[in-house]
């Protein structure tokens, strides 16, 4: 089966100068129609549950089982890896415990001497059982679970201390903003970026990604980031299909009420966004499990 922790996937996209996606799941349709999208490019995947969706959909072990059979169901071949996006404390030796590949935690909210310590907690028990980190140094704009950032600029200094806790991936502030960007939002910090960049060989993660224009992106991709977080973009898609569905009565035309049905268009737009931004983001193909990456 092709569960991974990603680390390797991830130090490859850093290297290649490329990205691979990390999508946010809330429930089975989103499950599948990010599976669906990966399989049919070949492309590997990550996909991620928030605190919020995990115990929306029963809990960190059920969204394990879940993305696993679904992947097993549905005959996958490319790398996938099952992700925590923006874990507190508890909640990343919880998602490590069900069995997640992958978890982030963010102790950005935290005293900086805390965030390192929990962080080195973290990488402790997770890499004695063969699981990715991913910490966050500096704060992300918007609000996640609750946990509201004002997008502050990353510290290069903190940017490398947190690094050295021996983390797999690091998600730093750089302008970015979760959720829906204003129209006085002022864009990337990409002088910031590059010094980070330079002072960090790990691969790099832009949070926020739905909203960014693609050239800003692209730069972005080409200095160090190697994990795009998308949630929101898929949210408007599926938002998107199944209102048009709806106002056009055709839940009204026959069984199109039939979740199966009504839900289907929102499925597809969800896969077809997957497939667009994996399209610029370059990721690159991988056939089956294991590869040469």
């Known amino acids: 089966m092709p569960l991974v922790h990603g680390t390797e996937l991830f130090q490859a996209a850093r290297k290649g ?9 809330n429930n089975l349709e989103w499950t599948r129609a990010i599976l669906k999208g990966a399989q049919e490019l070949g492309v590997p995947v990550l996909i991620q549950t928030s605190m919020g969706a995990a115990k929306y959909m029963g809990g960190y072990e059920l969204c394990k ?24 404390f508890e909640a990343a030796k919880e998602a490590i415990a069900a069995g997640y590949n992958s ?25 004695s059982k063969g699981i990715s980190v991913e910490a966050e140094v ?24 947190l690094a050295a806790t021996g983390i797999d991936f690091l998600a730093a502030g750089i302008g970015n903003i979760h959720g829906q960007y204003p129209a006085n939002w002022k864009g990337l910090h990409f002088d910031r970026l590059q ?29 160090g980031i190697s994990k795009l977080n998308i949630n929101t973009e898929c949210q408007l898609a599926f938002a998107k299909a199944t209102r048009e569905y709806i106002e056009a009565g055709k839940d009204k035309q026959g069984k199109g009420y039939d979740p199966r049905k009504l839900l289907a268009p929102g499925t597809q737009a969800i896969t077809d966004t997957f497939k667009e931004i994996c399209g610029w983001m370059g990721t690159k193909q991988v056939k089956l499990v294991p590869v040469e990456l």
């Not at 100068?17 to 799941?25: K, L, Q, V």
């Not at 005293?111 to 962080?119: H, L, Q, S, Y």
């Not at 500096?138 to 903190?158: F, H, R």
């Open 17 to 25: 100068h490329y990205a691979i996606g990390a999508f946010n799941t």
């Open 65 to 88: 089982q879940l993305i696993e059979a679904t992947v097993k169901s549905m005959d996958i071949t490319v790398p996938v890896v099952i992700h925590l996006d923006h874990g507190d």
């Open 103 to 127: 978890v982030m935690f963010d102790g950005h909210d935290l005293p900086f001497d805390e965030n390192v310590a929990k962080t080195k907690e973290i990488v402790a028990l997770a890499h």
């Open 195 to 223: 010094e980070i960049a330079d002072a960090v060989d790990l691969p790099l993660v832009l949070h926020g990604g739905s909203g960014i224009p693609q050239d800003q992106v692209e730069k972005a991709i080409s200095m």
């Open 138 to 161: 500096g704060s992300i704009g918007g609000e996640e679970d609750g946990v509201v950032g004002e997008g502050e600029l990353a510290s290069v200094e903190e940017a490398k201390t």
